[in-house]
């Protein structure tokens, strides 16, 4: 799995804290403290911290550990053996448990050292090494595709909450534009009901609408902060790191290389999704050990070579010996059989997984598409809905100045306003989190190397 970079400021970072008595240890997230993070240098710092790849990783590890030791046995093995034997009657020793190739030697009946080599290489095991070996092999080649799959969902993971954190970042700057504008509106109002030009109930009521900013502020603040905890864990940092995000909701939302229609989106799917290529490898592997079990009826022929160094009481000799041994089980109540029936029923299985497989991957295709499609037509009725609540909310303001209008217009024409300015936001962060979907749901790398093309 393809590792990128780390961010300078990610190299700081990690050089502070390295050495440092009372600093985390290696298996806690780290404290990073970013002023100036944009998206990509998120994707980046979560490429290398993130939980989920870390785990994927490790699958992959012990997967690629597993098809080397599946491999082994179609390899030559060696293994030395020292007997050493006291008493008055002859035994038969072997090898110690877990040592291979097994040796058995026939022990004399007084004491005796013996120094043994034995050597063993398969020749022949009608295919049942090879398939065993090729399906591991398999299985460590969908762990590597499974991980790709993780890194696009990680990707779009972090996007997405980097992008409601952003999100929240902007409502609360209309919490407080509002809470402002209301400040001045109290100003304004006390000094016309100390001059009589208002009513104290215009005063009543504009200190009420003051209150309810304040409150909407407190609660968008929250929600940002809630929002940067969210994007902390998507990081895999620790929820003490400071990050100041750089980047901005249009930013985020350029125009970019996707699909031309859903037949394209499909087609990119189906044909880049790590998910159909892992489901692909595990019908190989469940092939494979098929093979394997067919081979099982095949005779298993070996070549083998032993040396020996003895010596006992008045002997000692050295020799040798080359030749072949070929097993074949005549009855096994049914073994063979029952394997190569259980290797056909996953082989069917792994078939049935691919097919699903395919369809979810369709699924999550359309819909992305189709949720992009939306989130970008809601983003145009936004922004016209946004020009208008401000004219609206200019206008409105001016007659009740202007003592045309009445002071529940002027609150009405504000409080739409806010309302449209939200919209507009939240619209935004729509586009960005249905653009993540769609190119994670065609089996896009990340948003940050699609704006580059």
Request: glycine content about 6%; overall charge negative.
């Amino acid at each position: 799995m393809k590792i990128p970079k780390m961010a300078p400021w990610t190299v700081l970072a990690s050089m502070a804290f390295a050495g440092v008595p009372g600093v985390r240890a290696e298996n806690e997230p780290p404290v990073v403290h970013a002023a100036n993070m944009t998206l990509a240098d998120a994707l980046a710092l979560a490429m290398q911290h993130s939980v989920t790849l870390k785990q994927a990783q490790a699958d992959v590890s012990a997967a690629a550990a597993a098809a080397r030791g599946a491999a082994a046995p179609t390899k030559p093995s060696l293994s030395a053996t020292t007997y050493a034997t006291a008493g008055d009657s002859s035994n038969i020793l072997n090898t110690s448990p877990g040592v291979a190739p097994v040796n058995i030697f026939s022990a004399p009946a007084r004491g005796f050292v013996d120094q043994n080599l034995t050597l063993m290489f398969p020749l022949s095991s009608g295919g049942k090494l090879r398939g065993v070996a090729g399906g591991a092999r398999r299985q460590s080649d969908a762990a590597i595709l499974t991980a790709q799959a993780d890194q696009i969902t990680v990707k779009e993971i972090v996007t997405e909450r980097y992008a409601d954190a952003l999100l929240q970042r902007d409502l609360v700057s209309v919490a407080q534009s509002r809470l402002t504008a209301e400040d001045e509106q109290v100003r304004v109002t006390s000094e016309n009901v100390q001059t009589g030009k208002s009513a104290p109930v215009d005063l009543l009521r504009e200190q009420a609408e003051q209150a309810d900013a304040g409150q909407q502020l407190l609660s968008a603040r929250n929600q940002e902060a809630l929002a940067l905890v969210s994007l902390k864990t998507a990081l895999g940092v620790s929820q003490e790191s400071d990050l100041t995000l750089t980047d901005t909701l249009d930013t985020l939302s350029p125009p970019a290389s996707l699909p031309g229609s859903l037949h394209d989106a499909l087609a990119q799917a189906e044909k880049s999704r790590p998910e159909v290529a892992a489901a692909q490898r595990q019908i190989e592997a469940a092939q494979s050990a098929l093979g394997a079990a067919h081979g099982a009826y095949a005779p298993q022929v070996y070549g083998v070579a032993m040396a020996d160094a003895m010596a006992g009481q008045g002997t000692g000799r050295t020799g040798y010996t080359i030749g072949l041994t070929a097993s074949l089980p005549l009855l096994d109540g049914g073994q063979r059989r029952a394997d190569t029936d259980a290797a056909k029923a996953k082989l069917d299985r792994a078939a049935a997984d691919a097919l699903q497989v395919r369809q979810t991957v369709d699924q999550d295709a359309a819909s992305a598409w189709l949720a992009y499609q939306t989130a970008m037509a809601q983003l145009q009725a936004a922004r016209v809905g946004e020009t208008a609540a401000v004219e609206a909310d200019k206008l409105a303001d001016l007659r009740y100045h202007a003592g045309k209008s009445v002071l529940a217009e002027r609150l009405d024409a504000a409080s739409a306003m806010s309302r449209a300015l939200g919209a507009r936001a939240r619209a935004e962060a729509d586009v960005v989190v249905s653009r993540a979907r769609l190119l994670a749901a065609v089996g896009a790398l990340a948003i940050s190397e699609d704006r580059s093309r």
